[in-house]
């Protein structure tokens, strides 16, 4: 048995493991803390495609690896495009890099938000704080597929206004055809803000889609998803058609370091995006 | 099956040897049964046994010439296989030139004489978990497809044994190259042989050896019997489903109030997979390595988020290594992660017994009443 187990090819395993090297190609800065990072691979091979969902492994030489929701879909060979909120040493580090600079990808990993399967229906984004970064490539691929979609409905809250991030591209997505964009934060201190101030459920609850024909699309802080699917059910939007992204500690993307578990789910490869049912009781437990 | 003399020891140490394996074996070292790496059989411990209990190892005389007369120790095959820690890079960032190399494989060849049942069903659990699902570890399955395992079948269960209710135990059938039966008549012990392998086989045909006859086996039966006789058992050898549904057990709390969240239990466990990275640079700041070492869920950083860590109390970290041991486990791997080898039950400083936690957790009268008292 021993010899018969373990017979895979080292040169094939090892890889998922090993960074390859990319270089900033342009850095934009989108609030006090928050970076977007494009990524052209370094050499001749190419770039791995992204699909809206997914996460990269970015390293930072010396500091550390963490996982980062790609903010743009990219073909093979496309630049990576990764927003980083500076929340700790590896983000930090990563978010000054500048272009020219080299940092290590491994990736992607991850499943992506099931689009394709609400083709012919309203969409609604629901994001939170840097939960607008993976989501970002939903409302891009519904914009660029507009005639495969019914109405877009984009709900965004943050804590304070000089949070929001992609202020040019929000303002697009509010004059393109049949979308809805509402933007909600939590307070506004020392800045005019004639849009509304509180949480996101409440833009819900106002929101303009057909509840049976909609799928809905959720990421941000744990806190928000409850009161957001409470509202989603009060205008009886059917619970399978709400798709939520989580996010926990993550070391090796690949399933094998145990950190990511979540109840009997692996968010690295059974996630990050689950279908709300499927996470529905775990969500309730404290410290799962 | 075969029968051979206590020389037989010294010529498959040798033996294996001479083909290029380092052999490791239990050795008796610091008043316990430890593993590493021996020359001769000279080196086995000789008449030793052990006393185990929650909370409770102690090595004591038995006044015969066992050379296997001991149940499992703090050690397990795992830090050899899957070792605490292993360099998988090193990078140099010169010139703005970000470079990655990749750590050179093992090139360890290990024989493992004296893998007990249980064991032999953890490697199978890590073949599983390292190799089976997905992505492969690349160490791992280079110093696994090398490895030589020689079983030794267990003659006593010490009292925090329950393989015979968690697996398949405590009788080895598969998995192994070769498994040894010590018999233990008046003097020096024989052994009984059994081929797992071809490259079994082939060592066993270099040794001195003879047919077993029909009395030497019915002495191996009674020996495994007698290692069936245990006093810990699981309430099911399945507990998918059960342990997910109780996440809210009082029970929970009360465990809670005397686990140290230390976590030898997980670095006692043979199954225990959990790894974290570590990122590190020279003072120079132009090469950095990565080194994977062995990580536990009862750490804070385990579950560190920017936001704070998820499992801040002890109550979700003991329910998070329990439930994901025996329940989610299933979910992940199609089986349970726990083999019955009862060493978090020994190691455990508190002396918690998993097969009692379990039993109150499922036991659905006692689930209403009031939370039990602490049995340490």
Redesign the interface.
Known sequence: ???T????S?TT??E??????Y?VLRREQETADTVTLTLER?GEALAAACEPGQFNML?A?????VPISVSAASDVGEPLVHTIRS??KT?AALARLKP?????VRGPFGNVWPLDDYEGHDIVVIAGGIGLAPLRPVVRRVLERRASFGHLVVLYGARHPSELLYLEELERWRASPDTTLGITVDRTTGVEWMGPVGIVPRLLARARFDPIETGLFLCG?EVMIEPCVREALTRKLPLEQVHVSL???M??A??????C?F????IC?DGPVFAYPDVESLLR???? | MWIADVEFLEALVAGLRQRGFRVVAPVERDDAIVYDEIRSAQELPRGVGDEQGPGRYRLVERGDSARFGFSVGPHTWKRFLFPARTTLFSATLEDEQLRFEPAVLPEQRYAFLGVRACELRAIALQDRVLIGSGHADAHYAALRAAAFLIAVQCGQAASTCFCASAGDGPRATDGFDLALTELLDAGEPRYLVEVGTDRGREVLESLPHADASEADRGAARAASEAAARQMRELPAESLHGVLASVREHARWDDVAERCLGCGNCTLVCPTCFCSKIEDSSELSAKRAERVRSWDSCFSFEYSHLHGGDVRTSTRSRYRQWLTHKLDTWHDQFGSSGCVGCGRCIAWCPVGIDLTEEVRVLCDKDAAAAAPVEGDV
């Open positions: 048995m021993s010899s187990t373990a017979t895979n080292p395993v090892r998922p493991m090993l960074p390859s090297t270089r370094d390293y030489f010396g500091v550390g690896e929340v700790g983000s020219g600079q080299s940092l290590g802080p996010e926990r500690n070391h090796c690949i399933g094998l370091c145990g950190h578990q109840g009997p789910h692996f490869r437990v404290r410290e799962l």
